[in-house]
Structure formats: C-alpha cells, structure tokens
C-alpha cells in the first residue's frame, strides 16, 4: 500500500475551497438574514445582549450549514 501525494494534495486543495466555500455562503446567508430581520442583528446581539436574537441566530447558522454541508457533499 503507497501513498499517493498527487491524490493526496487534490483532497487537500479541495477540501480547502470547499471550506472556504462554505464560509462564504454562510457569511452571505447571514447578511441576507441580517437585512431582512428588523434592526442590525449583530448590534441588538452585542450591544443590547438580546438573548433571543442570538438564539434566532444562532439556529439559523446551524440550519444554513446543515443545507450547505448537504449540498456540498452531494
């Protein structure tokens, strides 16, 4: 069994894009959330200490990863 290094840095270089991908559409996700959400979401979170907005928040963030992990991996 030997190892493939040209296979190996393929996955690697690709994995990476993927991750960076994936950030991207996440931070996009979020702002679109951000904008159509009343107030700046981020402000009533740290500034005001909104519990609940962070929650809302939050469980977006782990919705929107579920859908771009999916749709990555498919």
């Known amino acids: 069994m030997s190892l493939n290094f040209e296979q190996l840095g393929l996955n690697i270089l690709l994995a990476t894009i993927f991750s960076v991908l994936g950030f991207v559409l996440l931070f996009v996700g979020y702002r679109m959330f951000d904008a159509v959400t009343p107030g700046n979401l981020s402000r009533r979170i740290f500034d005001e ?7 809302m928040a939050g469980a977006f963030v782990i919705a929107v990863s579920i859908v771009i992990a999916a749709s990555i991996h498919s």
């Not at 200490?49 to 929650?55: L, Q």
């Open 49 to 55: 200490g909104n519990v609940a907005a962070a929650i």
